[in-house]
T-cell receptor, first 116, second 111 residues
Framework: DAGITQSPRHKVTETGTPVTLRCHQT?????MYWYRQDPGHGLRLIHY???????DKGEVSDGYSVSRSKTEDFLLTLESATSSQTSVYFC???????????????FGDGTRLSIL | RKEVEQDPGPFNVPEGATVAFNCTYS??????FFWYRQDCRKEPKLLMS???SGNEDGRFTAQLNRASQYISLLIRDSKLSDSATYLC????????????FGKGTTLSVSS
């Protein structure tokens, strides 16, 4: 158990609707990440957070926003979902709570999101 | 821009075989390297870190060649349970940012 859970695990929704995915950790680590994984692309970083209310963009942040009001929760929001955002979304935290990119990460189980 | 490249495979090997995967990375400032394993429809899980001097964990051996900017993973005595996708992962060298993942190499071990 990596101490990180995602909800929902599966979601099907329609284009244009807002969607929020939740990531919850039990370790109180500062660094948390949201990735998406698509065939042919591998894992790509959407946004990351380095503390409460401290977030930054990743490689594919357009169309996504995040919020971190508590250390344990990192939310990813699709304000108006599009079919191109159909993907598997993974949340992650640093394995050790050290603030640099040298740490491996633990991943949640993922959320399979389908936008019709 | 292909920062981390891997042969996608698939590598199809019989049980007991030795198989090796290579990975190249483009950022010479990269500092940390990892191999992850991902089973079908599951999350990636850390297999092992890769150290400059090379390191071994049971049947798995990882090597790093900084001069040529490549990383390798050797699996000896392959088991059916080794069937998975292996992700090469490199850090960007920039503080506070995340890891860069290769697209993965698929291994299928058959009896």
């Amino acid at each position: 158990d990596a101490g990180i859970t995602q909800s929902p695990r599966h979601k099907v929704t329609e284009t244009g609707t807002p969607v929020t995915l939740r990531c919850h950790q039990t370790e109180n680590h500062r660094y948390m990440y949201w990735y998406r994984q698509d065939p042919g692309h591998g894992l790509r970083l959407i946004h990351y957070s380095y503390g409460v209310k401290d977030t930054d963009k990743g490689e594919v942040s357009d169309g996504y926003s995040v919020s971190r009001s508590k250390t344990e929760d990192f939310l990813l929001t699709l304000e108006s979902a599009t079919s191109s955002q159909t993907s598997v979304y993974f949340c992650a935290r640093n394995r050790v709570d050290i603030g640099n990119g040298n740490q491996p990460q633990h991943f949640g189980d993922g959320t399979r999101l389908s936008i019709l | 821009r292909k920062e981390v490249e891997q042969d996608p495979g698939p590598f199809n090997v019989p049980e007991g075989a030795t198989v090796a995967f290579n990975c190249t990375y483009s950022n010479s400032a990269s500092q940390s390297f990892f191999w992850y394993r991902q089973d079908c429809r599951k999350e990636p899980k850390l297999l092992m870190s890769v150290y400059s001097s090379g390191n071994e964990d049971g049947r798995f051996t990882a090597q790093l060649n900084r001069a040529s900017q490549y990383i390798s993973l050797l699996i000896r005595d392959s088991k059916l349970s080794d069937s998975a996708t292996y992700l090469c992962v490199v850090n960007t060298g920039q503080a506070g940012t995340a890891l860069i993942f290769g697209k993965g190499t698929t291994l299928s071990v058959s009896s």
